[in-house]
């Protein structure tokens, strides 16, 4: 976003149960035709799409910041509740560009955050209401809507960050989180990393 001008505080409202911000830029709609390749799948997502039917996956509420070094850019998500193959409705994934942090803070609704570095080491933390989530530079994100309700999250990273899909796109993220007969079941695709996902060791 390269606003012209010069940048002067600015104050926002954030409407938790909503995930409205106001004032914010052009609302974001990502639906399941944008994002056909992040379900495990394909079968489940063409049957949904040849039915002419296109769900919406999440909208976002983006600040308008200019893409600039030096700014935050943020923005209020809100993933709708549901699932395509029995795979909960989410984010696309990506990494930055520039490897750097990014700060998640949940407002409502239950989910989970799949993190993943470019070394293939897993971390899977809870997203509610008032919990944050520190995404650490070179850790690949993406966020998962496992509640009845919409998931509704700020998120906070450098403006001139870059969205990389490619890596996800290609390789996905070693976790998918499913709706089994008792709820969530997060599947790895190998047993060793779940266990790292799993391990109460993590530093803090
Ligand atoms: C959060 C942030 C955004 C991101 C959005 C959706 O709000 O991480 O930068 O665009 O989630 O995630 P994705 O683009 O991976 O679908
Ligand atoms: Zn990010």
């Known amino acids: 976003m390269n606003l012209p001008g010069p940048v002067l505080p ?26 056909p390749r992040a379900f495990a799948n394909s079968e489940a997502v063409a049957t949904v799409l040849e039915r002419g039917e296109d769900p919406v996956i999440y909208r976002a509420f983006p600040a308008a910041v200019p893409e600039q070094a030096g700014h935050l850019a943020y923005r209020t998500t809100v993933i ?17 560009h520039k490897d750097s942090a990014e700060l998640y803070l949940g407002m409502s609704g239950r989910g989970l955050m799949l993190m993943q570095d470019r070394d293939g080491r897993l971390r899977v933390e809870e997203l509610v209401r008032d919990v944050t989530v520190y995404v650490p530079p070179g850790w690949a994100h993406r966020t998962v809507n496992t509640g009845q309700d919409e998931l509704v999250f700020l998120a906070v990273y450098f403006s001139d960050a870059g969205h990389d899909y490619d890596v996800i796109e290609q390789q996905g993220i ?15 695709a190998d047993a060793t990393d779940l266990l790292a996902v799993k391990g109460e060791s993590w530093p803090t």
């Open 10 to 35: 600015v104050a926002r409202t954030l409407d938790f149960a909503s995930g409205a911000m106001v004032p914010h830029a052009e609302v974001v709609v990502r639906r399941l035709s944008q994002m």
């Open 80 to 96: 709708l509740p549901g699932a395509v193959g029995g795979e909960y409705f989410m984010t696309r994934g990506h990494h930055h």
């Open 174 to 188: 070693g976790v998918r989180v499913m709706a089994g007969p008792d709820g969530p079941e997060v599947v790895a």
